[in-house]
């Protein structure tokens, strides 16, 4: 069953294109700081650390402390709402691709 507020969460976080774009970086980097991700961002550290606490309470990303850095990565199990919602579409569209299939058949045999 599709979780709703799940989903909700998930394309919410991922809705605005700074947090697009860093979990992007998240996601390219095994660990990475929130130094690191505001080097050259043209961002503040404080607003990239509110971007990082939507995309953890989304389940996007996870924290690591160490000393005094905190090192993100990647959640990917935090997308697995949004690819659940979006293979429910799937069906239609592999449906329509057959029919066109077939009708490009019929059209040029």
Request: no cysteine; proline share 5%; hydrophobic share 40%.
């Amino acid at each position: 069953m599709i979780q709703t507020e799940a989903i909700t969460t998930v394309m919410r976080a991922l809705a605005d294109p700074t947090r697009r774009a860093l979990f992007e970086r998240v996601a390219s980097a095994d660990e990475i700081t929130v130094v690191e991700l505001t080097r050259g961002s043209g961002v503040t550290q404080g607003a990239i650390s509110q971007h990082l606490k939507t995309l953890k309470q989304a389940g996007l990303v996870a924290e690591r402390p160490e000393g005094r850095n905190v090192y993100y990565r990647a959640a990917p199990e935090g997308l697995e709402p949004l690819a659940d919602w979006m293979s429910h579409y799937g069906v239609f569209w592999r449906e329509r691709f057959a029919n066109l299939r077939t009708l490009l058949k019929e059209i040029d045999p």
